[in-house]
């Protein structure tokens, strides 16, 4: 790397690696895993927090531990770094609740610049306000999220909207991804607006020169496209041998219940190499129905298919987060519990991600290995598993793709797996 700098992502669901290969994603916190995470060579270190599913004083609680354990560890670090808050693209999450948590603990940092463009996905920003395929990104299915909708595409005013007015939205500047920072007041926060890669590559470019030549450290919360300019990493897609040798028949878990999830699952229902096996969301004790849903699985696994755990596509306002995780934890357990050997897995969805990785597999660490397709990261555990080995999984964000897209991860996965 031309500054050799590390840059330390707090990242609010799995998924947000999904431009990047090659470097760590921490699930467990400790002051010994965070020592080692940034003693890695790599340029990124991955702390995946979740916090997109959490409620605001978890999110409190989760991230001062954290700060509070990385800022001894930064008082003699001998690398120059930065500090990304990567969030959705879409513009869920909690902002600005992360950014005054990081920056007490971690700060005090120049200014803020807002940077929410995901070129891949068709996430641009222009003239301050954010677009979804070219059109203002409130009106998609993603702006009526029943815990972080939004009613304006224009990031000054969402910002203020956000904040409770804490953040003035006449004085959030608007700036070109090539313009410079220097004349950007402490404190201030700055939407960055970014059509391309290349522009995200020089907005990256101008954070490096502040920080190694001028001084100035900004916080950046972000989408994952600008990690690729301020890692120096292009992006990657993996191929066959990049893969590990396979052992079997893999498993798609999807818990994304966005409207695109539901079109992608009907799609790849269709797909004569895959069943489907439905978890109802509606039912209080799971062990009067999941020991049917195994048999189920194991006996679609023995026909060399592949099985597809879905939760009921029903409407699900109302399901606290709390909720949502349990749901999660519920289906990771059931899918796990089909036991050794599986190819890959597919995990659709964040919170599904997380769960499944976390408290399924119990893993503290994974190594990242790189794109599947554009936006899909496949990950194995670091080390290798007791049971699991390194079993290859695909963290499917919910809001990523076309309808297509899962069918077409699936159909790379199992081309692979037929051709071992």
Same mark, same amino acid.
């Given at each position: 790397?031309?500054?050799?700098?590390?840059?330390?992502?707090?990242?609010?669901?799995?998924?947000?690696?999904?431009?990047?290969?090659?470097?760590?994603?921490?699930?467990?916190?400790?002051?010994?895993?965070?020592?080692?995470?940034?003693?890695?060579?790599?340029?990124?270190?991955?702390?995946? *927090?979740?916090?997109?599913?959490?409620?605001?004083?978890?999110?409190?609680?989760?991230?001062?531990?954290?700060?509070?354990?990385?800022?001894?560890?930064?008082?003699?670090?001998?690398?120059?770094?930065?500090?990304?808050?990567?969030?959705?693209?879409?513009?869920?999450?909690?902002?600005?609740?992360?950014?005054?948590?990081?920056?007490?603990?971690?700060?005090?940092?120049?200014?803020?610049?807002?940077?929410?463009?995901?070129?891949?996905?068709?996430?641009?920003?222009?003239?301050?306000?954010?677009?979804?395929?070219?059109?203002?990104?409130?009106?998609?299915?993603?702006?009526?999220?029943?815990?972080?909708?939004?009613?304006?595409?224009?990031?000054?005013?969402?910002?203020?909207?956000?904040?409770?007015?804490?953040?003035?939205?006449?004085?959030?500047?608007?700036?070109?991804?090539?313009?410079?920072?220097?004349?950007?007041?402490?404190?201030?926060?700055?939407?960055?607006?970014?059509?391309?890669?290349?522009?995200?590559?020089?907005?990256?470019?101008?954070?490096?020169?502040?920080?190694?030549?001028?001084?100035?450290?900004?916080?950046?919360?972000?989408?994952?496209?600008?990690?690729?300019?301020?890692?120096?990493?292009?992006?990657?897609?993996?191929?066959?041998?990049?893969?590990?040798?396979?052992?079997?028949?893999?498993?798609?878990?999807?818990?994304?219940?966005?409207?695109?999830?539901?079109?992608?699952?009907?799609?790849?229902?269709?797909?004569?190499?895959?069943?489907?096996?439905?978890?109802?969301?509606?039912?209080?004790?799971? *062990?009067?129905?999941?020991?049917? /849903? /195994?048999?189920?699985?194991?006996?679609?696994?023995?026909?060399?298919?592949?099985?597809?755990?879905?939760?009921?596509?029903?409407?699900?306002?109302?399901?606290?987060?709390?909720?949502?995780?349990?749901?999660?934890?519920?289906?990771?357990?059931?899918?796990?519990?089909?036991?050794?050997?599986?190819?890959?897995?597919?995990?659709?969805?964040?919170?599904?991600?997380?769960?499944?990785?976390?408290?399924?597999?119990?893993?503290?660490?994974?190594? /990242?290995?790189?794109?599947?397709?554009?936006?899909?990261?496949?990950?194995?555990?670091?080390?290798?598993?007791?049971?699991?080995?390194?079993?290859?999984?695909?963290?499917?964000?919910?809001?990523?793709?076309?309808?297509?897209?899962?069918?077409?991860?699936?159909?790379?996965?199992?081309?692979?797996?037929?051709?071992?």
């Amino acid at each position: 790397m031309e500054h050799n700098i590390k840059i330390i992502v707090f990242d609010d669901d799995p998924t947000g690696s999904q431009t990047v290969h090659g470097c760590s994603l921490l699930l467990n916190f400790s002051s010994s895993n965070l020592a080692a995470g940034l003693a890695d060579p790599s340029a990124l270190l991955f702390l995946i *927090t979740n916090s997109r599913a959490l409620e605001p004083e978890q999110v409190r609680d989760q991230l001062q531990l954290i700060c509070a354990r990385l800022k001894p560890l930064l008082e003699n670090y001998q690398r120059p770094w930065l500090v990304v808050s990567r969030g959705d693209s879409t513009l869920r999450g909690h902002t600005p609740l992360e950014q005054e948590l990081i920056s007490a603990g971690l700060g005090p940092f120049h200014a803020n610049l807002l940077v929410p463009a995901f070129p891949q996905g068709g996430r641009t920003t222009e003239a301050g306000s954010h677009l979804l395929h070219g059109k203002p990104v409130h009106l998609s299915a993603f702006a009526a999220d029943q815990r972080f909708g939004y009613q304006t595409s224009v990031l000054s005013d969402w910002l203020a909207t956000k904040s409770a007015g804490r953040i003035n939205a006449a004085q959030v500047a608007i700036l070109k991804a090539n313009q410079p920072l220097a004349d950007l007041a402490v404190g201030q926060w700055a939407v960055i607006d970014a059509h391309t890669p290349e522009d995200l590559d020089e907005l990256a470019k101008t954070l490096r020169f502040e920080l190694i030549d001028g001084g100035r450290r900004h916080f950046c919360q972000s989408a994952a496209s600008l990690l690729n300019g301020l890692a120096e990493l292009k992006p990657r897609l993996l191929s066959k041998a990049d893969l590990p040798p396979c052992r079997g028949p893999g498993l798609v878990i999807v818990g994304s219940h966005v409207p695109l999830a539901d079109q992608q699952l009907e799609l790849l229902l269709a797909e004569p190499g895959c069943r489907g096996v439905e978890y109802p969301v509606d039912q209080p004790a799971a *062990t009067d129905f999941e020991p049917l /849903l /195994l048999t189920k699985l194991q006996s679609i696994r023995s026909q060399g298919l592949t099985p597809v755990l879905f939760s009921s596509r029903g409407e699900r306002r109302g399901f606290s987060p709390a909720q949502q995780q349990q749901l999660a934890l519920r289906m990771a357990k059931l899918a796990l519990s089909l036991g050794p050997p599986l190819g890959f897995v597919i995990a659709k969805g964040g919170t599904t991600s997380f769960t499944l990785l976390h408290a399924g597999l119990g893993l503290d660490r994974l190594q /990242l290995l790189g794109q599947l397709l554009p936006g899909l990261s496949l990950v194995q555990p670091q080390p290798h598993h007791p049971i699991w080995g390194d079993l290859p999984i695909v963290t499917f964000p919910g809001n990523l793709g076309d309808a297509t897209s899962l069918r077409q991860c699936w159909q790379l996965l199992e081309a692979w797996r037929l051709d071992c």
